[in-house]
């Protein structure tokens, strides 16, 4: 409303100062342009400075304030947690070389007792082997001596049934000795 | 006269005030200064007044402009310029929300007075001036004579950094002022053609279509120009308060 009004106005005060100069440089309308000018302007720099700008800055100091506080607990979070996957890492790898200890250790102890198991065992059999390579050689030492005395006794027998007679067994076990050397 | 592309710009008084023969009256372009700043000043204030830790897209907007002209005040002048920032952040809010408004069909547009631009270019070159004599006394007047030139050249180069520097803040304010106000006409002489054009009959309506999209096309590129002049402006202050905090080249 103010503004067609003051457009009816101008409308009206155009008629006879259109032949006069031109409007931006005419000097009687300059005093009221700088006096309204400096009033409009100085009202607004003081509102611009004391009141809307602190505003404003403010608002960007707290939300730069926010951002910055939030990125900090972000990174500190970040932190903890590589510090954590980090134990974890470290838990793993030691539980990891006690688990490859345990199994080698039981590994150890298998291969141990095994080993004492079958030189036990083999002992024994070299035992029993010896044992039996004895006595083998007991009957046989006892066999060939009781060949020789079966030989005389057999020779014995043939000469009393060819000749008749009956040779000592001196002399007998003597022959038998002599053709068991002569065998050889 | 309702195609007069130059009576947009005409100032009427809405409640005559006058004290020692000076015209300090009320009028549409101080209307127009109080739309502004409270246009600009409700905007910022009301959409940050949830203090979001997530904003929702107006405190975005709010919070986008802060940190565009902080990051354009740190580029340009160093971290010490920081100190300038609400007068950086002010000037920069002010001119883009008077432009803006005055894309508004019948608004008035507030830089499109030489004197008002001119007024807001001093408010620069003062701050500069003031600020460079107190930090560094007369070290200041180093800004004048760069360093590794030859004494033969010195006065010469000495009087061309003298009469940029003096150039500054007309420069300043005219480019803006320019800028709006031809923006302004153009965007109005290509409406008239389309009225007018209008006017002749069918064949006028066939031809008024030209306008037209030129017409669309222009406002388009004077909501891009509207915002490129507030940034022009806030980057050449950044440029000159970094003179008044390194004076040495």
Known sequence: MLVTAAYAATAETAEHAAEGSFPPFDGSTFASQILWLVITFGLFYLFMSRVVLPRIGSILETR????????NEANRLKEEADQAFATYEQELADAKASAHEIAQAARDAAKADADAERAKVEAEVAGKLEKAEAEIAAVKTKALAEVDKIAADTAAAIVKQLIGGTVTKAKLTAAVKAAAEGGK | MANDPIHQFQISKLIP?????LDFSFTNSSLFMVATVAAASGFLFLTTSNRGMVPSRMQSISEMCYEFVASMLRDGAGSGGMRFFPMVFSLFMFVLVANLLGMFPYFFTVTSHIIVTFVLAMLVIGTVVVYGFMKHGLGFLNL???????GML????VLIEVISFLSRPISLSVRLFANMLAGHITLKVFAGFVTSLGAMGALGIGGAILPLIMTVALTGLEFLVAFLQAYVFAVLTCMYLNDALHPGH
């Open chain 2, 144 to 150: 004048f004579v760069p360093s590794g030139v030859p």
């Open chain 2, 17 to 21: 005030i006058e004290v020692g023969g």
């Open chain 2, 154 to 157: 010195l006065p010469l180069v």
């Open chain 1, 64 to 71: 730069r304030d926010r951002i910055a506080q939030d990125l």
